[in-house]
């Protein structure tokens, strides 16, 4: 047998064996940062639905999810200068203050 082909089969073989273990290290080290991101995903998910909600707990629910934060990559507060701190929809369902900057139809 030829070394020459001995040696690039080798060498072929060698880094093959090193992407494949590399590609599982990335694998491994993202996992758990996906789960965060996820469950993070979730939890702002979760806080966009209480604010649709028209119960009578929604502010109390919303407050108690901004509380419990978890919220990656975003600051979430709520701003009580004047303005009701759960606003009602306007018509169509809109909330007031998307209503304000959408071009009226």
């Known amino acids: 047998m030829d070394l020459r082909a001995r040696l690039v089969g ?4 060698y880094f ?3 992407i494949v273990l590399a590609c599982v290290l990335i694998a491994l080290a ?8 996820v469950d993070a995903s979730s939890r702002l998910v979760d806080l966009m639905l209480a604010m649709s909600d028209a119960g009578e707990h929604r502010l109390a629910r ?5 509380a419990e934060g978890g919220m990656r990559h975003l600051a979430v507060t ?4 004047g303005e009701p701190v759960a606003q009602e929809a306007a018509a169509g369902g809109v909330p007031r203050w998307l209503a304000a900057v959408l071009p009226h139809a």
Do not use: F, P, T
């Open 16 to 18: 093959v064996l090193l």
């Open 30 to 37: 993202l996992r758990e940062d996906v789960l965060e991101e």
């Open 10 to 13: 080798g060498l072929v073989g």
């Open 78 to 81: 709520l701003e009580r200068d």
């Open 62 to 66: 919303v407050e108690s999810l901004i």
